[in-house]
């Protein structure tokens, strides 16, 4: 395709960032518009897996705790989220329970199914941690110890899964990974952070991630490719 045809379907705005980045190459600046959907569709898979993983692992733990129903019953008058600290996630909840009712398609599992990644991050917000009797931190248990100078602690793990939300987000609203962060410099090394970061928190969830991953893992390489354009 010519690129006055690409940049005419893909917007001017949008191409320029690669343009520049490729210092006016616009062949290059094409390859590079297409490695990055290929790391977007790299990265949005590994978090995928893992957003199902972590999503599992708390429902467990609650089920433990608050009973078969407890996502249904956390929204419901006295429910664990059923105060004022809570509302957002409360009100997202019955949004979705409120929702499948009228659809006449409630399940727990639906339930969960419909909760975004960001549901599950608040889980490990002090209001939302607190409510739920401080208890999901032991979802990881190869997690290292916390000491005087580190605290492997919910808001660290919040902090954590945020960075990787903030990507998801920006992968999901088919925005560039492959820049440094503000400007339109060919980098890979956040989207690389994040997917270390999840290597991580899967080991501390005691998954083993290139076992999970195998056959699906490709961003290394994909990461290589952009970083020798």
């Known amino acids: 395709m010519k690129f006055k045809d690409f940049e005419h379907i893909l917007s001017y705005s949008r191409i320029q960032r690669y343009v520049d980045a490729c210092n006016g190459d616009t062949r290059k600046a094409m390859t590079l518009y297409r490695l990055n959907l290929h790391l977007s569709q ?15 692992a ?5 089920i433990i705790n608050f ?8 929204q419901l008058a006295d429910g664990i989220f059923d105060n004022k600290k809570c509302y957002k996630t409360k009100n997202i909840i019955r949004y979705a329970y409120n929702k499948a ?3 006449k398609s ?3 599992e639906g339930l ?9 991050k608040y889980m490990f917000a002090p209001n939302e941690y607190s409510a739920i009797g401080r208890t999901l931190l032991k979802i990881f248990p190869n997690k290292p110890t916390s000491s005087a100078t580190m605290q492997y602690n919910n808001k660290y793990v919040f902090n954590e899964l945020d960075k990787i939300n903030k990507m998801r987000n920006r992968i999901a609203h088919h925005e560039p990974i492959c820049f440094e962060q503000g400007v339109p410099v060919i980098s890979t090394y956040n989207v690389f952070q994040q997917y270390q970061r999840i290597q991580t928190l899967f080991s501390w969830m005691n998954i083993d ?18 970083n020798n354009l």
């Open 112 to 120: 969960l199914s419909d909760m975004d990644f960001g549901v599950w």
């Open 67 to 74: 009973g078969n129903e407890w996502l249904k019953d956390a």
């Open 106 to 108: 409630y399940s727990h």
């Open 209 to 226: 991630a290139r076992a999970l991953l195998y056959g699906l893992d490709h961003v290394q390489s994909v990461c290589n490719e952009i």
């Open 58 to 62: 708390i429902d467990k733990n609650m």
């Open 101 to 103: 009712v009228k659809q």
């Open 42 to 56: 790299e990265m949005f898979t590994i978090v995928s897996c893992f957003e199902v993983a972590l999503r599992n």
